[in-house]
């Protein structure tokens, strides 16, 4: 069980890890618009939409790993118990 908890810990790093990248993401992208905005090229607006799309995608990615590993969590703890 000691290599089945170490599993656990290095997908939920992962799951995380790219949630948190796609906060960081969607707040850079806030700045680079506000800032176009502000300043009006249409460039700094564009890729601050692009940006937050990313944003976006990575927080998606982190949410379907993390539910995936959750799937595959309680499988391994369904067929761990029949043992």
């Known amino acids: 069980m000691g290599g089945h908890e170490a599993h656990?810990?290095?997908?939920?790093m992962s799951g995380n890890t790219d949630k948190a990248a796609g906060v960081a993401n969607e707040a850079a992208s806030k700045i680079k618009q506000g800032v176009g905005k502000a300043v009006r090229p249409d460039r700094l607006q564009g890729d601050g939409a692009a940006q937050e799309l990313k944003g976006d995608a990575q927080q998606v990615k982190g949410d379907a790993k993390n539910a995936l590993k959750d799937g595959a969590n309680k499988v391994a703890d369904a067929a761990n118990k029949k043992l």
Do not use: E
């Open 8 to 12: 656990r810990k290095d997908t939920d």
